[in-house]
């Protein structure tokens, strides 16, 4: 029988650092061909939209089914042989496993040296996206642009407080984005919030916020001038990965360009210092099994949780 936990059983069985090591145990397993993802899905019911996402692995012994609509989130992680394991809400799953697939593509995109991170976006994804950085040892100083300045003020008060780190509000993105050697887009914005020219040369950007085909974050010209593009999943990136969709469209980009993660993982990647690189951030269903197999598995171990 499986075992329900909601958002606040689940956050008291995960931290960041686990979460990135699961994030890249599944994507060095899809680059073993141990593991699958499938790309999400929208379904339209009128007004109304149910997203689904999956990914399978772990030897084929599980896989997990994501389905969220406007606010709500859970996830369904499944047995080969058990059958369904647990149903786990995901909210906040979702923002760490998210945050987690950043720090795994930082660890082995950017420059070894790097730690001066640039963060565009004040709201819940941006905040994990800073604590996977951090976890992995990437984030040593942090200067933060968002429109609303209290909640830009607000935000970095509380982020410098829980990781003993300078966090610093910029006055614009430009501003933030000078001299970084780490660039996060956490936004819905649906035109460019970072431009070529902002970036300093051997700059790394993580590119998380617009996953739709109507979103953009990033000028053009950092897709052309990037010596490495990356993405979670690049048959996903084609239905939502708009700066990617439109360069395609007027034959400025090849798709075989744009590397799937599990292969950089994988170690298909060398580095130039003052080459940029980027990280197209789309959200998958394998990162979503990975979180959930941790927490479940805690779960179990802790012995607190009976079946349904």
């Known amino acids: 029988m499986p075992i329900y936990l909601n958002e606040q059983q689940a956050a008291e069985l995960v931290d960041m650092p686990a979460a990135v090591g699961a994030v890249r145990e599944d994507f060095m397993a899809q680059g073993r061909g141990e593991a699958v993802n499938i790309p999400r899905t929208r379904l339209a019911f009128g007004k109304r939209r149910l997203n689904l996402m999956a990914g399978g692995g772990r030897g084929g012994e599980r896989y997990a089914i994501k389905s969220y609509g406007s606010s709500t989130y859970h996830i369904l992680l499944y047995s080969a042989e058990q059958g369904l394991l647990a149903i786990l809400e995901a909210n906040l799953l979702g923002q760490m496993r998210t945050g987690a697939a950043s720090a795994v593509a930082t660890q082995v995109m950017a420059r070894p040296d790097a730690g001066k991170v640039a963060l565009i976006g004040a709201g819940r994804q941006a905040r994990t996206q800073i604590l996977a950085l951090h976890a992995v040892g990437c984030a040593k100083e942090v200067a933060v642009f968002a429109r609303n300045r209290d909640k830009r003020e607000a935000f970095c008060a509380q982020l410098a407080t829980q990781l003993g780190l300078p966090v610093r509000a910029a006055a614009s993105a430009k501003e933030a984005v000078k001299g970084a050697d780490i660039v996060v887009t956490a936004t819905n914005a649906s035109t460019p919030v970072l431009m070529s020219e902002w970036l300093a040369p051997g700059a790394h950007v993580n590119a998380m916020g617009a996953n739709a085909a109507n979103r953009r974050e990033l000028d053009p010209q950092i897709v052309m001038r990037a010596a490495t593009v990356a993405t979670d999943d690049v048959e996903q990136a084609r239905n939502e990965a708009a700066e990617f ?39 998958v269903g394998l990162e979503d099994l990975a979180i959930a197999s941790l927490v479940y598995d805690r779960a179990m171990a802790s012995g607190r949780f009976k079946p349904l």
């Not at 360069?247 to 400025?252: C, H, I, K, R, S």
């Not at 060398?270 to 959200?283: H, M, N, Q």
Request: no cysteine; glycine share 8%; net charge negative.
């Open 245 to 283: 969709i439109d360069l395609a469209a007027e034959g400025w980009l090849d798709w075989a360009q744009v590397v799937p993660l599990h292969r950089i993982v994988a170690g298909e990647f060398r580095r130039e210092r003052d080459a940029i690189t980027l990280f197209k951030s789309l959200g």
